[in-house]
């Protein structure tokens, strides 16, 4: 997607077995740049089926699909990627549409702003929420991100989402950087971001719960965030 200014936005999906969501993401991010976006373009260009796809990437609405054989992590995921991502900003939103491209222009905004290299939505500031969880999910999630906080002080409200908008060349500095996998890879990014001296601006959102799947954080994914978090701790 090209905006005024000169800029341009590839839109990032990575999804696993996700197929329900993705024509309804398409069609969401469609309306939100035709309605709030200026001057925008869109390219079209050939869709593939939505069967069986491990990675997909939409740099708006040119739908293009880059499968991959098989689950390799969501890392892995973003460098694939931005192999073929064309903008000088990426935006990397969750397909299971509990994040709504509502807040891309938003993001835009506060990014042009204060020219920042990194916009982040936070569930965890101003009028930003969640919705759908049941007590339990809040509370692991409120304590992954205190918990965070304390030991880490990454300067920014919510480590643990990943509906972030990135200038192109530092989401590819982060990625040399960063070793972890699974939910604290998107602290780990922060914290990168935080030590190369990057300024990082941030959104408040709502995040819903997934409409089709399920939830991928279970007591192992629980595990291997504590632990990746005392190696944070300990190495930064």
């Known amino acids: 997607m090209a905006a005024s200014g000169g800029d ?5 999906l990575p999804t696993y077995n996700e197929r329900e969501n993705l024509p309804l993401v398409v069609w969401l991010l469609e309306r939100t740049f035709r309605q709030r976006i200026e001057n925008f373009k869109v390219s ?16 708006y609405i040119p739908q293009l699909l880059r499968p991959r054989p098989k689950k390799l992590g969501l890392g892995t995921a973003y460098i694939h990627g931005m192999k073929h991502a064309t903008g000088n900003f990426i935006v990397i939103m969750d397909a299971d549409l509990s994040h709504h491209p509502k ?21 965890y500031k101003g009028n930003g ?4 969880w049941d007590l339990k999910r809040k509370l692991i999630s409120r304590g992954a991100n205190f918990l965070t906080q304390v030991l880490l002080r990454p300067g920014a409200s919510d480590l643990t989402g990943s509906f972030r908008l990135y200038r192109k060349e530092v989401l590819q500095k982060l990625m040399e950087k960063c070793v972890s996998k699974g939910y604290v ?15 990082i601006g941030e959104v408040p959102i709502s995040f819903v719960d997934r409409v089709y799947g399920e939830s991928k954080l279970g007591g192992n994914e629980i595990v ?8 944070l701790f300990a190495t930064t």
């Open 103 to 123: 807040f891309i222009p938003e993001f835009i905004r506060k990014q042009k702003e204060g020219n920042f290299d990194i916009v982040s939505g936070t569930r």
């Open 8 to 12: 341009k936005f590839s839109v990032l």
């Open 44 to 59: 079209l260009k050939a869709v593939k089926t939505f069967n069986s796809i491990n990675i997909c990437i939409f740099y």
């Open 129 to 132: 929420g969640v919705y759908g």
């Open 224 to 231: 291997s965030f504590l632990k990746g978090l005392l190696t």
């Open 185 to 199: 890879f998107q602290m780990e990014m922060i914290v990168r971001a935080r030590q190369l001296g990057y300024t």
